[in-house]
């Protein structure tokens, strides 16, 4: 069974400071990983995929990589600013079984000002 | 990208009763999904929603308890039936085309008394 694990579980950070968000699975049988990001109280909203196929996608200050071989992702903050404040997740979609998409229990993310 | 809307966005029940949450797209999706979060946690899927058969549910959620309706590629319901406070929850409905990008809803925001 997938499992799926971020490390930090929180992170505080003044504003402007570049940060790294980690990702890992078990299971290296995906076709994606995806990252959103939900504030409090709200839905999810996509920031980036990539595809198994793929080493890494950029949006903006947004970076996030994938090495499916070892089971690893991170994803990039640049000059991180207060509206960044949230809870940043990583999915998986698995190759096999289900097809739904398997969650990390997030990174909450404070951007002092 | 799909745009997913979810209703109600937020309902108080009493305990005993059901409600029924709708999810509509706004174009046609090969996966459509279920997902509980409780407070503080990460989201846990229910059950994926396939068109035109019977839902797949995880392990500890049973169709009497949530049934779910998919009859067609744009729309989902899933009801919570003879709620308890335990139940009190976000429930999300996501979905996407296969291998693609996966979208939420803003979810549901439920309190069972």
């Known amino acids: 069974k997938q499992e799926v694990t971020q490390i930090p579980a929180a992170l505080s950070v003044p504003e402007g400071e570049n940060l790294v968000l980690n990702c890992s699975f078990t299971?290296?049988?995906?076709?994606?990983l995806q990252w959103f990001r939900q504030d409090p109280g709200k839905g999810l909203t996509s920031l980036l995929l990539?595809?198994?196929?793929?080493r890494e996608q950029t949006s903006g200050r947004l970076n996030a990589s994938l090495d499916k071989s070892s089971g690893r992702s991170t994803l990039y903050i640049a000059a991180s600013q207060p509206g960044d404040s949230a809870t940043y997740l990583c999915?998986?979609?698995?190759?096999?079984?289900?097809?739904?998409?398997?969650f990390g229990s997030g990174t909450r993310l404070q951007v002092q000002p | 990208s799909a745009v997913i809307s979810q209703k109600p966005s937020r309902d108080i029940c009493q305990r005993g009763t059901s409600l029924t949450i709708q999810c509509q797209v706004d174009?046609?999706?090969?996966?459509m999904f279920w997902y509980r979060q409780q407070p503080g946690q990460s989201l846990t899927l229910i059950a994926t929603?396939?068109?035109?058969?019977?839902?797949?549910?995880e392990s500890g959620f049973v169709i009497d308890k949530f049934p779910i309706s998919r009859p067609n590629l744009t729309f989902s319901t899933l009801t919570v039936s003879n709620m308890s406070p335990e139940d009190s929850s976000i429930y999300l409905c996501?979905?996407?085309?296969?291998?693609?990008?996966?979208?939420f809803g803003q979810g549901t925001r439920l309190t069972v008394v």
């Open positions: 999915a998986v979609l698995g190759a096999t079984g289900r097809r739904a998409l398997t």
């Open positions: 299971d290296s049988a995906i076709y994606n």
């Open positions: 990539i595809q198994s196929s793929q």
């Open positions: 174009s046609q999706v090969t996966m």
């Open positions: 929603a396939n068109q035109g058969s019977e839902a797949t549910y």
């Open positions: 996501g979905g996407g085309l296969e291998n693609t990008e996966a979208f």
